[in-house]
């Protein structure tokens, strides 16, 4: 039998979808939200794979769009890990996410969509956040020599290494980050106003009339 498609659900269903997916999550559940037009569903980390799974077979939101991180160290727990699910059937979309820390693994829910592979393993690179169970937790947005997490709070934005290709090593190589700016100045005035110093390079300009600057 052919699903039944649905139209998206007005601002005055999403409430009584709220209450229907905390009923049912029940001690899996922290708490819950509506925040413009989208549910979320703070989860127990421990729990988040029955938590899913539970969405995905007795609510319909069959399909893992993405999972993101979020970084807030001024947290016990610092990252959060938010799960995007669409329900295909019903047009809806609901978030669900958990919160961990540096050393706590969250539990892989590529048990229930493998794609969640590669969703996690972009989460483990960016923020460093370890997934039990997952079996190709590797990094895959940066090198695997690469050092830190890039997408933490108190990554430097320079970063720790640089690389550049060596002609005389015949070779990418890798070194500390070096910042050249011999040339930079900075200067906050308002760009409306004009700078009153010359800019290397703008002595060559013509003036008004045809003559240059001295």
Do not use: C
Request: proline fraction near 5%; charge should be negative; hydrophobic fraction near 35%.
């Amino acid at each position: 039998m052919a699903a039944v498609l649905h139209s998206a659900p007005k601002m005055t269903e999403i409430e009584g979808i709220a209450d229907t997916l905390a009923g049912a999550l029940g001690d899996m559940l922290i708490h819950k939200k509506e925040e413009h037009g989208e549910i979320v569903l703070s989860v127990v980390r421990e729990r988040v794979e029955d938590a899913l799974r539970l969405l995905r077979d007795e609510h319909e939101y069959q399909q893992l769009m993405e999972i993101a991180g979020a970084d807030y160290p001024d947290r016990a727990e610092r990252f959060e890990v938010v799960y995007m699910l669409l329900s295909v059937t019903r047009n809806h979309r609901v978030i669900a996410k958990v919160s961990t820390d540096e050393a706590t693994p969250v539990p892989t829910v590529t048990t229930i969509w493998p794609n969640a592979g590669w969703l996690e393993r972009e989460v483990y690179d960016m923020y460093g956040v370890v997934f039990d169970g997952n079996t190709d937790l590797r990094r895959i947005l940066t090198d695997y020599g690469f050092e830190g997490h890039p997408f933490r709070k108190d990554f430097p934005l320079t970063g720790y290494q640089e690389l550049r290709y060596s002609e005389e090593e015949k070779r990418v190589v890798y070194e500390p980050v070096r910042l050249a700016q011999d040339f930079r100045q900075f200067d906050f005035m308002s760009p409306w106003e004009g700078a009153e110093y010359v800019l290397p390079g703008d002595e060559k300009a013509p003036e008004q009339g045809g003559e240059k600057k001295a």
